[in-house]
């Protein structure tokens, strides 16, 4: 029997879900720079993209986890 609500698992999937945010705006704000900025300013925001990216990575691989481990995938 799975668990209908749980705070946890909304916790985790908001943290995912702000990662991601932050990811995608490092994204647009690289894109936009491209070009126009120095190989060091590039390079800065290229390596903060890539930070942002792994974090949102981290957020969505704690989410899975818990409900791998709680069983609370309201899908079910
Ligand atoms: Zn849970």
């Known amino acids: 029997m799975s668990v209908r609500h ?10 995912h879900r702000t990662a991601a945010e932050r ?3 490092a994204v ?16 800065e925001l ?3 993209a890539e930070a942002a990216r ?3 990575n981290e957020a969505r691989g704690r989410v899975a986890r818990h409900v791998a481990e ?5 899908s079910k």
Request: aromatic share 10%.
């Open 46 to 48: 290229h390596q903060a």
């Open 6 to 15: 749980c705070d946890e698992r909304n916790r985790l999937f908001l943290e």
């Open 28 to 43: 647009t704000e690289l894109t936009r720079k491209m070009g126009i900025s120095s190989f060091d300013d590039y390079r």
């Open 54 to 56: 792994t974090r949102s």
């Open 70 to 74: 709680h069983h609370c995938e309201t």
């Open 23 to 25: 990811y995608s705006a």
